[in-house]
């Protein structure tokens, strides 16, 4: 069975950074789009940084210059290192990969459970 394992998440004082980690796990034949979202209590889940299996990235305007998005296909993992975090930053974060399964013959998306980043002022 497929599985997404975030990790890296915590609190931290403004201006301060995180990286989270999310593991791709199981019988796994490939991976395309890899991608970080977040959502925040009373809103709705965004987009905060996509990357493609060949290493295309794709930010959202608020996080441009501060987050930066990577992966390691080797080890079917996705980082997103956090920089100058701001009190809008918190949320929580999920991960989502497009994940074709062993003996399946599609791409599937699959999401990872969460973990809570808060950014204290």
């Known amino acids: 069975q497929v599985q997404l394992v975030e990790s890296g998440g915590g609190l931290v004082q403004a201006g301060g950074s995180l990286r989270l980690s999310c593991v791709a796990s199981g019988k796994i034949f490939s991976i395309n789009d890899m991608g970080w979202y977040r959502q925040a209590p009373g809103k709705q889940r965004e987009l905060v940084a996509a990357i493609t299996s060949g290493g295309s990235t794709t930010y959202t305007d608020s996080v441009k210059g501060r987050f930066t998005i990577s992966r390691d296909n080797g080890k079917n993992t996705v980082y997103l290192q956090m920089n100058s975090l701001n009190s809008e930053d918190t949320a929580v974060y999920y991960c989502?990969?497009?994940?074709?399964?062993?003996?399946?013959?599609?791409?599937?998306?699959?999401w990872g459970q969460g973990t809570q980043v808060t950014v204290s002022s």
């Open positions: 989502k990969a497009e994940i074709r399964p062993v003996g399946v013959p599609r791409h599937i998306n699959y």
